[in-house]
């Protein structure tokens, strides 16, 4: 069942203050009853992450590596991510927003939620960033931190790209479709769109098989995603930082006390696998527990998704783990698991 948190005076990093609508689900377990998992969806995700149309369901479900039936799920959606409505409360300013203050959203909506520990904070692309600025702001907070096919920075590189992208989204007469088709050039790879297409063409149209699959992806997205959604998502990519300005991204990192678990790609022309191995060498040197592993693969950024059993294998140790971490303070939870509508006030 989707939920709302309406978060009172929020100000952000350019000093602006508004009230924000944040949504979430609850799956599995009551949060009183099991540990709980916060999961961080990509861009064009949201919090429907298990279920039939769950779309992290080859991960989290009944008898999944994030087993439902062990564990309490919690999910939140992107301030504007455009699922189930409020999609256009940042349309006038999404960039004053960094994702920095969505890690404080989350964080104000934990602590109202008397959710007062983790077991883990997983998320991929955008969502695994999320959760470096997560454990980054609240360095107690989570037993492990799984951030997925991403970084703790915006590189240049990828900066690079999401400039283009808010070109074509501020100038293109069919804007989230033609800068999803550009999106998709860079979450795969020349690799694998040459094993998917072989080069073939259409037989009714005669066109080459990958325009028809480039501009079939333009079109769903169009068809599901708002124009305000995509710009502020494609904005928030370029705004990871987990040093708040500093720069000094592995002492940030250090600080963080839970156990970390980079899982990287080696083909991902987005967040490149270098840029994770070159964070682990270094950050193993401050801090005893963190690991890294590496999907191999050529779908590029996109494994993640689709190279499940890797992932898999990857994860499970980390949720078979047994150690329960429980929160005593529930009293804001029904009986029946449910949570009502609360206001939240920044101080």
């Known amino acids: 069942m989707l939920q709302e948190i309406k978060i009172e ?33 990509a861009l064009t995700g949201n919090s429907l992450v298990t279920g039939s149309k769950g779309w992290w369901k080859d991960l989290i479900g009944k008898n999944r590596c994030i087993d439902i039936d062990r564990f309490c799920v919690l999910a939140f959606n992107i301030p504007g991510n455009g699922f189930k409505g409020h999609e256009d409360q940042f349309f006038e300013n999404y960039k004053e927003f960094r994702l920095r203050d969505i890690a404080e959203i989350q964080a104000q909506a934990l602590e109202k939620l008397n959710i007062l520990k983790l077991f883990a904070i997983i998320g991929g692309s955008i969502g695994g960033a999320l959760a470096w600025e997560l454990a980054a702001l609240k360095p107690e907070l989570a037993e492990n931190i799984i951030p997925i096919a991403c970084d703790y920075k915006s590189t240049d590189w990828l900066v690079a790209n999401c400039r283009i992208q808010d070109h074509i989204l501020n100038n293109s007469l069919d804007p989230v479709h033609d800068a999803r088709m550009h999106a998709m050039t860079f979450y795969r790879t020349p690799q694998s769109l040459a094993q998917k297409f072989e080069g073939k063409r ?19 997205l169009k068809n599901r995603f708002t124009l305000p959604s995509y710009k502020l998502m494609n904005h928030l990519l370029t705004t990871i930082d987990i040093s708040d300005g500093s720069q000094n991204y592995l002492e940030a990192a250090s600080r963080i006390k839970g156990d970390i678990h980079i899982v990287t790609v080696n083909s ?11 964070t682990y060498v270094e950050l193993s ?9 590496e999907i191999r693969s050529i779908h590029g950024h996109d494994a993640f998704l689709i190279e499940t059993g890797q992932l ?25 698991g449910s949570i009502d509508t609360v206001n939240i006030t920044t101080r």
């Open 9 to 41: 005076n929020f100000k952000n990093s350019a000093g602006t203050v508004q009230d924000i609508h944040l949504s979430y689900q609850f799956f599995g377990k009551k949060p009183t009853d099991a540990p709980i998992i916060l999961v961080n969806h």
């Open 202 to 220: 259409n037989k009714d149209n005669q066109a080459f098989e990958v325009e028809n699959w480039l501009l079939h992806h333009g079109e769903k």
């Open 268 to 278: 991902d022309l987005f967040f490149l696998a270098e840029e994770n191995w070159n």
């Open 285 to 293: 040197l401050l801090k005893g527990n963190i690991s890294i592993h």
């Open 312 to 336: 898999n294998s990857f994860l499970k140790p980390v949720f078979q783990q047994t150690k329960a971490i429980l929160n005593n303070n529930s009293s804001r939870i029904t009986r029946d």
